[in-house]
C-alpha cells in the first residue's frame, strides 16, 4: 500500500484504506477496484491524494491505530455535536462573533446544550480511542486522508488519536487518557461560531480572518462548560490549545511548565499538559494536511518546522516523545534517494527502522530517469550515505 496523488491514481487499484464522508459513512470500501466514476466522485468531494494498493508496494501494510468501527463513531459524535453549536448560533444570531468573545449566559442556551450534546458517543468514541491506541504499534503511520467536507471531524480524530498516542508514550493513566481524548476530540468546537475562516478559499488568511477565529478558544470552551457531564479540565483542552510554552500564544498568554508533570491540573498562569499535548497533535496533523489555500507540506519539511517549535511554542520534552513514535517518512508515504549510489531513485517506505525509525527500508522502483523496474528494498540503516526527500508529483499526462 501507498500514498498517490490523486491525479496519478490509475483506474484498476484497490483501494488501500476506506473514505468516509462527513456523516462517518463508508464512501468507499478498502479493496474495491477505483475506476474512473468513482475517481471522479472522490476528486468531486475535495480529495486529493489517496491510498492504493499495487504490485510495487504488495506485502507493504500502513498501521493506522483506529478501527474504521471507531473513526465512523468518532466522526458522528463530532458531527453531532457541531450541529448542536450551529443550533446555538442559530438561537444567538449569526453575528455573534461581531458582538461578543465569549458566549452569552442564559438557562436557555445551557438547556440547548446540556440536553443535545451526544455526551455518550463523545464519551464512547474517546473511550475506543484509548483501548485501541492502547494496543496499537508504539510507532505512527501516515495521517488519514481528509476531503474538505469532512476535514473538521477527520481532523478531530486525528489529533485525538495522536495526543493519546503520545500521552501514552508519556505514560498517563487510562482516566487521564480519556479526558485528553474527549478533549481533543472537541479542541475545535469553538470555530461553529467563529466559522473556518480558510473554509472554502484558495488565498492564505487575512489579518481580519486570523483574528475572527482566534475567538474559538473561548467559544469553544464556553460551549463545552454547558454540558454537565464534561469536566472542567476537558474543556480547558479547547481553552488552552493555542497557548505558547513561551507564553507568547493566546487567549491568555499562558506558560509552559519548565519541566513535564503528570498532574492532570497546572498551577494558576500555566497550561494544562493535556492542553500541550493537544497542541502537538494538532500543528502536526494541520501542517501534514491538504487544505483549500496551500497542500500539505512535504514531511520533512513539516517536521522541521514542528522541531523548531521546541520551547517556543511547544514543550521540548513532550516533543522529544513526539519524535519517538512519528516518523519523519511514515510508512508507504512516496520518497526519492538523494546521495550515494541510487541518488534520485524513487519508490516509498516499505518499513520503519530499527532501532531508529528515520533509518527506514525503502522499496525502490523508478530509476533516476523515470523508468520503472522490479522493486528492491534497501536498508538505510546500513547505507548510510543516502537520505530521503518527498518524491515530487508525476508532470500532468497530456491530455
Known amino acids: 500500500m501507498r500514498l498517490v496523488p490523486l491525479d496519478e491514481v490509475e483506474p484498476g487499484r484497490p483501494l488501500g484504506q476506506a473514505l468516509y464522508n462527513e456523516r462517518g459513512d463508508v464512501l468507499a470500501q478498502r479493496g474495491v477496484v477505483i475506476d474512473a466514476p468513482l475517481l471522479a466522485a472522490i476528486k468531486a468531494r475535495g480529495y486529493s491524494a489517496l491510498f492504493v494498493d499495487d504490485a510495487q508496494t504488495e506485502g507493504i501494510e500502513i498501521a493506522d491505530p483506529l478501527s474504521p468501527e471507531t473513526r465512523a463513531r468518532a466522526t458522528r459524535a463530532t458531527r453531532d455535536t457541531i450541529a448542536v453549536g450551529e443550533q446555538a448560533v442559530q438561537q444567538l444570531g449569526p453575528d455573534i462573533v461581531r458582538r461578543a468573545s465569549q458566549l452569552p449566559r442564559s438557562n436557555e442556551l445551557q438547556r440547548l446544550i446540556g440536553q443535545s450534546v451526544p455526551v455518550d458517543g463523545v464519551f464512547a468514541s474517546a473511550q475506543s480511542i484509548v483501548e485501541e491506541v492502547l494496543d496499537a504499534p508504539t510507532v505512527l503511520?501516515?495521517?488519514?486522508?481528509?476531503?474538505?467536507?469532512?476535514?473538521?471531524?477527520?481532523?478531530?480524530?486525528?489529533?485525538?488519536?495522536?495526543?493519546?498516542?503520545?500521552?501514552?508514550?508519556?505514560?498517563?493513566?487510562?482516566?487521564?487518557?480519556?479526558?485528553?481524548g474527549r478533549g481533543a476530540l472537541l479542541h475545535d468546537i469553538g470555530q461553529v461560531f467563529t466559522g473556518d475562516t480558510v473554509d472554502g478559499k484558495t488565498e492564505a488568511p487575512t489579518p481580519a480572518d486570523i483574528e475572527q477565529v482566534k475567538r474559538h478558544t473561548r467559544l469553544g470552551y464556553d460551549f463545552l462548560q454547558n454540558v454537565p457531564d464534561f469536566d472542567i479540565l476537558m474543556n480547558h483542552i479547547a481553552y488552552q490549545h493555542h497557548e505558547w510554552h513561551n507564553g507568547k500564544g493566546y487567549p491568555r498568554g499562558l506558560v509552559g511548565a519548565d519541566r513535564v508533570d503528570r498532574h492532570a491540573s497546572a498551577p494558576s498562569g500555566q497550561i494544562l499538559l493535556i492542553a500541550q499535548l493537544t497542541s502537538i497533535a494538532d500543528i502536526y496533523d494541520a501542517l501534514c494536511s491538504d487544505r483549500p489555500f496551500r497542500a500539505?507540506?512535504?514531511?520533512?519539511?513539516?517536521?522541521?518546522?514542528?522541531?523548531?517549535?521546541?520551547?517556543?511554542?511547544?514543550?521540548?520534552?513532550?516533543?522529544?516523545?513526539?519524535?519517538?513514535?512519528?516518523?519523519?517518512?511514515?510508512?508507504?508515504?512516496?520518497?526519492?534517494?538523494?546521495?550515494?549510489?541510487?541518488?534520485?531513485?524513487?519508490?516509498?517506505?516499505?518499513?520503519?527502522g530499527s532501532p531508529d525509525i528515520n533509518r527506514?527500508?525503502?522499496?525502490?522502483?523508478?530509476?533516476?530517469?523515470?523508468?520503472?523496474?522490479?522493486?528492491?528494498?534497501?536498508?538505510?540503516?546500513?547505507?548510510?550515505?543516502?537520505?530521503?526527500?518527498?518524491?515530487?508529483?508525476?508532470?500532468?499526462?497530456p491530455t
Open 141 to 180: 503511520g501516515l495521517n488519514a486522508i481528509k476531503s474538505q467536507d469532512s476535514f473538521a471531524f477527520a481532523h478531530a480524530i486525528e489529533v485525538a488519536s495522536v495526543a493519546v498516542m503520545v500521552g501514552r508514550k508519556l505514560g498517563l493513566k487510562p482516566p487521564d487518557l480519556k479526558r485528553l
Open 296 to 352: 500539505r507540506l512535504p514531511r520533512e519539511l513539516a517536521m522541521s518546522l514542528i522541531r523548531r517549535m521546541a520551547g517556543v511554542t511547544l514543550h521540548a520534552e513532550l516533543l522529544q516523545l513526539f519524535f519517538e513514535i512519528v516518523p519523519v517518512f511514515p510508512t508507504g508515504y512516496p520518497i526519492r534517494v538523494f546521495g550515494g549510489a541510487l541518488s534520485a531513485w524513487k519508490g516509498v517506505v516499505a518499513r520503519l
Open 360 to 397: 527506514p527500508v525503502v522499496r525502490l522502483f523508478t530509476k533516476p530517469d523515470g523508468t520503472e523496474v522490479e522493486p528492491f528494498d534497501v536498508d538505510l540503516a546500513t547505507d548510510t550515505t543516502a537520505r530521503l526527500m518527498t518524491a515530487p508529483a508525476r508532470p500532468p499526462r
